[in-house]
Protein backbone atom coordinates (compact mmCIF):
# COMPACT_ATOMS: atom_id res chain seq x y z
CA UNK A 1 0.00 0.00 0.00
CA UNK A 2 1.04 3.29 -0.86
CA UNK A 3 1.45 6.14 1.36
CA UNK A 4 0.47 9.52 0.80
CA UNK A 5 4.25 11.72 1.91
CA UNK A 6 4.45 15.44 1.93
CA UNK A 7 7.30 17.73 3.40
CA UNK A 8 4.69 20.87 4.06
CA UNK A 9 2.54 20.59 7.23
CA UNK A 10 -0.70 21.25 6.57
CA UNK A 11 -1.67 23.42 9.23
CA UNK A 12 0.73 24.82 12.17
CA UNK A 13 -1.24 22.06 14.35
CA UNK A 14 1.12 19.07 12.37
CA UNK A 15 4.38 20.37 13.23
CA UNK A 16 6.12 20.82 16.39
CA UNK A 17 6.59 24.43 18.09
CA UNK A 18 9.71 26.00 19.10
CA UNK A 19 8.88 25.70 22.88
CA UNK A 20 7.62 22.10 22.18
CA UNK A 21 11.25 20.90 20.30
CA UNK A 22 13.37 22.93 23.14
CA UNK A 23 11.65 20.94 25.74
CA UNK A 24 12.07 17.85 24.10
CA UNK A 25 15.69 18.63 23.68
CA UNK A 26 15.57 19.74 27.20
CA UNK A 27 14.16 16.47 28.39
CA UNK A 28 17.04 14.52 26.46
CA UNK A 29 19.92 15.71 27.59
CA UNK A 30 21.72 15.64 30.56
CA UNK A 31 20.75 17.33 34.12
CA UNK A 32 23.54 19.93 34.18
CA UNK A 33 25.20 20.93 37.62
CA UNK A 34 23.47 23.56 39.29
CA UNK A 35 26.67 26.06 38.62
CA UNK A 36 26.03 25.94 35.25
CA UNK A 37 22.42 26.22 34.76
CA UNK A 38 22.53 29.96 34.01
CA UNK A 39 20.92 30.52 31.00
CA UNK A 40 17.62 31.46 30.19
CA UNK A 41 14.08 29.96 28.39
CA UNK A 42 14.77 32.42 25.82
CA UNK A 43 18.53 31.53 25.48
CA UNK A 44 17.61 28.09 25.15
CA UNK A 45 14.91 28.98 22.35
CA UNK A 46 17.75 30.97 20.78
CA UNK A 47 20.64 28.28 20.61
CA UNK A 48 18.16 25.50 18.77
CA UNK A 49 17.23 27.92 16.71
CA UNK A 50 19.46 25.98 14.20
CA UNK A 51 17.23 22.92 14.61
CA UNK A 52 14.34 24.58 13.36
CA UNK A 53 14.97 24.64 9.46
CA UNK A 54 15.86 20.56 9.45
CA UNK A 55 13.49 18.65 7.01
CA UNK A 56 11.50 16.08 8.09
CA UNK A 57 9.56 13.68 6.35
CA UNK A 58 5.51 13.92 7.11
CA UNK A 59 3.39 10.39 5.99
CA UNK A 60 -0.05 9.32 6.55
CA UNK A 61 -1.03 5.78 6.88
CA UNK A 62 -4.44 5.06 5.13
CA UNK A 63 -4.18 1.28 5.89
CA UNK A 64 -1.95 -2.13 5.08
CA UNK A 65 -2.70 -4.82 2.97
CA UNK A 66 -0.64 -7.91 2.80
CA UNK A 67 -1.00 -9.03 -1.03
CA UNK A 68 0.43 -12.20 -2.99
CA UNK A 69 2.19 -11.72 -5.85
CA UNK A 70 0.04 -13.05 -8.34
CA UNK A 71 -2.65 -10.55 -7.22
CA UNK A 72 0.05 -7.64 -7.71
CA UNK A 73 1.11 -8.63 -11.19
CA UNK A 74 -3.24 -9.07 -12.02
CA UNK A 75 -3.35 -5.50 -10.75
CA UNK A 76 -4.78 -2.71 -12.98
CA UNK A 77 -6.89 0.12 -13.18
CA UNK A 78 -10.28 0.16 -11.13
CA UNK A 79 -8.52 -2.79 -9.10
CA UNK A 80 -9.38 -2.51 -5.56
CA UNK A 81 -7.41 -3.58 -2.25
CA UNK A 82 -8.50 -4.25 0.28
CA UNK A 83 -6.80 -2.36 4.21
CA UNK A 84 -6.84 -3.59 7.55
CA UNK A 85 -8.29 -0.35 8.98
CA UNK A 86 -12.58 0.03 9.18
CA UNK A 87 -13.85 3.63 7.26
CA UNK A 88 -14.22 5.86 10.28
CA UNK A 89 -10.70 4.25 11.92
CA UNK A 90 -8.15 7.57 12.64
CA UNK A 91 -5.02 7.42 10.47
CA UNK A 92 -1.78 7.51 11.49
CA UNK A 93 0.67 10.25 11.01
CA UNK A 94 4.33 9.33 11.00
CA UNK A 95 7.34 11.65 11.06
CA UNK A 96 10.70 10.36 10.01
CA UNK A 97 9.08 6.83 9.83
CA UNK A 98 7.79 7.45 13.48
CA UNK A 99 4.39 7.09 14.93
CA UNK A 100 3.66 11.02 16.35
CA UNK A 101 0.05 10.90 16.00
CA UNK A 102 -3.52 9.98 15.12
CA UNK A 103 -6.10 11.95 13.10
CA UNK A 104 -8.84 12.16 10.91
CA UNK A 105 -8.70 13.30 6.85
CA UNK A 106 -10.50 17.05 6.54
CA UNK A 107 -10.29 18.57 3.02
CA UNK A 108 -7.88 21.64 2.70
CA UNK A 109 -8.84 23.64 -0.05
CA UNK A 110 -8.01 21.63 -3.02
CA UNK A 111 -6.09 19.44 -0.82
CA UNK A 112 -6.63 16.62 1.70
CA UNK A 113 -4.91 17.37 5.43
CA UNK A 114 -5.10 15.36 8.85
CA UNK A 115 -6.97 16.84 12.01
CA UNK A 116 -5.00 15.81 14.81
CA UNK A 117 -7.22 13.86 17.67
CA UNK A 118 -4.52 11.97 19.07
CA UNK A 119 -1.07 12.50 20.11
CA UNK A 120 1.43 10.53 20.79
CA UNK A 121 3.21 11.50 25.03
CA UNK A 122 6.81 13.31 24.47
CA UNK A 123 7.79 10.61 26.77
CA UNK A 124 6.98 8.10 24.62
CA UNK A 125 7.90 9.38 21.33
CA UNK A 126 11.54 10.15 23.58
CA UNK A 127 11.18 6.45 24.29
CA UNK A 128 11.13 5.03 20.80
CA UNK A 129 13.86 6.90 19.61
CA UNK A 130 16.25 4.70 21.42
Known amino acids: METSETT??????????????????????????????????ADTCRDLEFLFDVPLQVSVEVGRARILLKDLLQMGEGYVVELDKFSGDPLDLYVNSRLIARGEAVKVGDKFGIKLTEVVSQSDRIARLG
Open 8 to 41: EPVNSGDTLQPEETAELLEETSAPEPAAMQTQEP
